[in-house]
């Protein structure tokens, strides 16, 4: 049996928190170059799963070989805990600030205890419920519900997202029971570009395109990178490398502890779209976002978490 270093493993998370943070600004900036939302999911799900797919034929091609009975759980989990992922993430830090449409995202890891409570008569700490009171008393402040001011667009794309996001929670952790780490992002990865390849349109994006320069735009306005760097840094250090760090976390801590750290996403992304893009949100909007992440934290550790067997 591996040692497990804890350290190692917060790490782990944080890095990944780190690089999904960057990642919510360098998708909005992608989507405002003209790049649409079914696109990005299409780039990004292709560009992780060709290095998963890459990674599980160099090391246990064989293992690509899954149960049928696992069939469903893998098409739920490209169709809705990728790819749905994906596309309702970008469309909510399009239309929302990041720090906000990050925050309504999160309020998945309320709704994992609930729903392991309710559907898989799991254990789940009364403190559930405190976390669930702070997280809807966090949102109605970061809403600002009595003036209505953001959009209602992006809080429903944003919400959608937490469904997306409770989703992949829930499945992935129940295929990783059977499938390694790196066969379920080959699948998951690969199902999700396949589903969102019709949508993409990808007869509009000529070479011309794709090598024009993409203006970075808010304070880095007036720096150029070419198109196609963006979409590659997107699907390389924006998907597969801080899902793969996810998952080594999980390797070295409970899950519960890689849930609460990757809550950090939600400061550090809010964070870079400051520096990066010049978004602000009130002081009362940030102690709503206080709130809300104290009810996350709160009913993260609410789950009692059975051990259950990782393949490698």
């Known amino acids: ?5 804890p350290t190692l493993g917060v790490i782990y998370a944080l890095v990944a928190a780190i690089l999904f943070g960057i990642n919510a600004s360098t998708t909005k900036v992608i989507i405002g170059s003209g790049i649409t939302p079914e696109q990005v999911v299409f780039f990004r799900s292709l560009s992780a799963g060709l290095i998963a797919l890459t990674w599980v034929l160099f090391t246990n091609p064989k293992a690509m070989r899954v149960p049928v009975r696992l069939i469903p759980r893998l098409l739920l ?7 749905m992922l994906q596309w ?13 449409a990050l925050l309504i995202e999160y309020t998945a890891v309320l709704w994992v205890p609930i729903i392991a409570l309710l559907f898989f008569k799991e254990q789940v700490g009364k403190q559930i419920w405190l976390g669930a009171a702070l997280v809807l008393i966090g949102l109605a402040v970061v809403a600002n519900i009595w003036e209505s001011q953001l959009s209602a667009l992006g809080i429903f ?17 129940r295929v990783q029971r059977y ?11 690969s199902i999700a570009t396949i589903f969102f390849l019709p949508f993409s349109n990808l007869g ?4 011309e395109i794709i090598g024009a320069s993409m203006d970075l735009g808010g304070n ?3 720096t150029t990178v070419p198109l196609w760097v963006g979409l590659v840094f997107m699907g390389v250090f924006g998907s597969f490398a801080p899902m793969a760090l996810i998952y080594l976390a999980l390797r070295n801590l409970s899950a519960t502890l890689v849930g609460v750290v990757a809550t950090a996403e939600t400061v550090l992304a ?16 940030s102690i709503g976002g206080i709130v809300v992440i104290a009810g996350i934290v709160l009913a993260q550790t609410a789950r009692k978490q059975k051990a259950v067997k990782v393949v490698d």
Request: proline share 4%; net charge negative; aromatic share 14%.
């Open 157 to 173: 794309f944003g919400f959608a997202a937490a469904a997306s996001l409770t989703t992949h929670f829930l499945t992935g952790e």
């Open 220 to 222: 880095l306005s007036g």
């Open 88 to 100: 309702t993430y970008s469309q909510a830090v399009y239309y929302l600030p990041i720090g906000i």
């Open 1 to 5: 049996m591996t040692q497990k270093n």
């Open 270 to 285: 809010a964070l870079f779209a400051l520096w990066w893009l010049g978004e602000t949100i009130s002081g009362t909007q």
């Open 77 to 83: 989990l490209g169709v809705v805990g990728v790819g």
């Open 179 to 189: 499938l390694p780490t790196n066969v379920t992002m080959a699948y998951g990865m």
């Open 204 to 207: 509009s994006l000529s070479p």
